[in-house]
């Protein structure tokens, strides 16, 4: 009798021990399973994301509020797929642009939300964009003397 209460306290700290693991691993990969299912989408087009990845942050005034969710190419641009968290408001003229944190960090997407009337709904383009700074190309352009 005592080996099987023994045997069962065991089994629920191992059950409990895989599901914090497991819910860890969710939070910290940044899946969206759990509590993920009310981000909004909203889309915008770049002439160049070198460098951007998918799960790169998306930032409004230096706060996090979201992720890019896929990038592809549409008629010879970028399209860029953004997640946002619920509750962020982006305008009919707001502004994406790509940043680097540092002269040689990551790539994220900074967005100035705008200030008109009317909120773009989700699902919406943004239709403002400005590419970031492609580093590599521009020191090539340097030192062949193609700057200008």
Same mark, same amino acid.
């Given at each position: 009798? +005592? &080996? $099987? @209460?023994?045997? #069962?306290?065991v089994g629920v700290f191992v059950l409990v021990g895989i599901a914090a693991l497991a819910y860890m691993a969710i939070k910290l990969g940044k899946l969206e399973v759990i509590g993920g299912g =009310?981000?909004?989408e909203v889309q915008a087009e770049f002439d160049s994301v070198a460098g951007l990845k998918p799960g790169a942050s998306v930032?409004?005034?230096g706060v996090q509020v979201g992720h890019v969710k *896929?990038?592809? #190419? @549409? &008629?010879d641009r970028a399209l860029v797929v953004l997640s946002l968290h619920p509750g962020v408001k982006i305008y009919g003229d707001a502004i994406a642009a790509i940043k680097t944190r540092g002269l040689i960090g990551d790539k994220y997407v900074s967005? %100035? /939300?705008g200030g008109s009337q009317k909120e773009l /709904? /989700?699902? %919406?383009k943004i *239709? &403002? $964009?400005e590419s970031g700074v492609d580093l590599e190309s521009l020191i090539g352009e340097f030192i +062949?003397? =193609?700057v200008k």
């Open positions: 009798m +005592h &080996d $099987t @209460k023994l045997e #069962l306290i =009310n981000q909004i930032e409004i005034a *896929r990038i592809g #190419l @549409k &008629d967005i %100035s /939300p /709904p /989700p699902g %919406s *239709r &403002d $964009t +062949h003397g =193609n």
